[in-house]
C-alpha cells in the first residue's frame, strides 16, 4: 500500500471494496436454505463486477470468505467452496474477454486445492490486464493478514533484507497480502450491519463507509450508484483541516 493520497474532492472512488452480507437472511426470508442466498449472492458479484466497471471505478474488492467463516456449519463451509469453484471455471473465458484482472488477497494456500487450482489459473490469464481489477478476499481476515505481514518482515530484518531503523508504513505495508493494491476510497456493507467484521482494517484508515440495509442477493447497480452518489457528497480530509482541503494549493505535502 502506498503513501496515503493527497487530499482533494474526487467524484468516483478508484477503489470500491465490498462487504457482502445478507445471503443467508435473502434465503431465510423465502424459506430457502441458506446455499441458495449464495448462489444468488454469486449472481450479484457478477452485476457488481461489471456495473463498477460501467461506473467509473478501477479496482473491485469483494470479501467473499473471511478466516472466521471457516467456524460455519461444515456443510456450508463446502458448499461455499463448491461454489467459489464453480464460478471460477465458469468466469475465466469471460475475465479473459472483457479484460478484467483477476486478483485475490487472503491467505489462498489454506483453500481447497481445487479452487487453489482455478484461481491460479484466472489470476495467471488476467495478469496483464491493466483497466480494472476484481480482487476476491478469500480466507481473508485482518488480523490473520498482520500477523503474517509481522513474520515476513521479522525474517527479511533476521535475513539483513530490511534495516529496523528505517521501519516506516511504506516498508512494512509491503508485507501485507495487499502490497501492490491501492487502499479502499470506499467501503460498502450490505444488509444493515454496520461493523467491519475483521476487514482491512489498515487499509481503511481514510476509506468512505457507507452502509446499506439491501442483502447481497438483492444489490443491483443502482444500489452501487447509490452508494458512489453518497461517497461523492463526502469531503475527504486526510488529517487537514476543511480549509486545506478546499484550497489545496496551499495544502502541505503529506
Ligand atoms: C454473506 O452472507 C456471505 C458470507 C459471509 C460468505 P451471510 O452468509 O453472512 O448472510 P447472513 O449474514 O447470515 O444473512
Ligand atoms: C463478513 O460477513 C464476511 C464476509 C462478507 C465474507 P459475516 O457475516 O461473516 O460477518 P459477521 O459474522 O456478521 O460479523
Ligand atoms: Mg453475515
Known amino acids: 500500500m502506498g503513501r496515503v493520497p493527497a487530499a482533494s474532492p474526487v ?12 445471503n443467508g437472511r435473502w434465503a431465510r426470508q423465502r424459506g430457502l436454505p441458506r446455499i441458495e442466498g449464495h448462489r444468488r449472492g454469486v449472481e450479484s458479484v457478477r452485476t457488481a463486477t461489471y456495473a463498477a466497471r460501467d461506473l467509473g471505478v478501477k479496482m473491485l474488492t469483494v470479501y ?13 463451509v463446502g458448499a461455499l467452496m463448491g461454489l467459489l469453484e464453480l464460478y471460477l471455471k465458469k468466469e475465466l473465458a469471460t475475465f ?3 479484460r478484467v484482472r483477476l486478483r485475490t488477497i487472503g491467505r489462498v494456500d489454506g483453500l481447497p486445492a481445487g479452487v487453489q487450482k482455478h484461481l491460479r489459473a484466472a489470476v495467471e490469464e488476467t495478469r496483464d490486464f491493466p483497466d480494472y481489477t476484481l480482487v476476491l478476499a478469500l480466507n481473508y481476515g485482518a488480523r490473520a493478514e498482520v500477523v503474517d505481514a509481522a513474520r515476513a518482515y521479522a525474517a527479511a530484518v533476521a535475513a539483513g533484507r530490511e534495516k529496523l531503523n528505517d521501519s516506516s508504513w511504506a516498508t512494512f505495508s509491503r508485507y501485507l497480502t495487499t502490497a501492490d493494491l491501492p487502499d479502499p476510497d470506499l467501503i460498502i456493507r450490505t444488509s444493515g450491519e454496520k461493523r467491519v467484521s475483521n476487514f482491512l482494517l489498515l487499509q481503511a484508515a481514510y476509506a468512505e463507509f457507507v452502509f446499506t440495509p439491501v442483502l447481497w442477493p438483492d444489490f443491483t447497480k443502482a444500489d452501487l450508484a447509490a452508494a458512489l452518489a453518497e461517497f461523492a457528497t463526502r ?3 486526510f488529517g487537514l483541516t476543511g480549509e486545506q482541503v478546499s484550497a489545496p494549493a496551499s495544502k502541505p505535502a503529506l
Open 235 to 237: 469531503e475527504r480530509r
Open 64 to 76: 467473499a470468505f473471511s478466516s472466521e467463516n471457516w467456524s460455519r456449519p461444515p456443510d456450508e
Open 96 to 98: 479473459v474477454r472483457d
Open 11 to 22: 467524484a468516483v472512488p478508484t477503489h470500491v471494496a465490498i462487504i457482502m452480507d445478507g
